[in-house]
């Protein structure tokens, strides 16, 4: 399933995400925005795991002053996309 979320209070202003339906792991995420290089390396770390878990390790994460951060919004488009499974 594809799953696309527009995120909130950070510099990327989308993010997409394929979970398979079967076994809840990721397999891919993409933004738009933000920061090149960061959420790359982020795209590499959270593929092929259980989304899940991506969800609670990246949950909370700030950045800067800000209350969220790229990393936690993907953690809510993950929780999203898994309620919409369910």
Do not use: W
Not at 31 to 48: A, P
């Amino acid at each position: 399933m594809t799953f696309t979320y527009t995120p909130h209070g950070v510099c990327s202003r989308q993010i997409v995400i394929d979970i398979d339906e079967n076994t809840n792991t990721i397999n891919s995420v993409s933004f738009t925005g933000g920061c090149n290089g960061n959420l790359k390396g982020i795209t590499r770390l959270v593929e092929g795991k259980k989304a899940e878990e991506i969800a609670d390790l990246l949950e909370g994460t700030t950045c800067g002053f800000k209350s969220t951060s790229c990393p936690d919004q993907l953690s809510r488009a993950i929780r999203a996309a898994l309620s919409e499974l369910n």
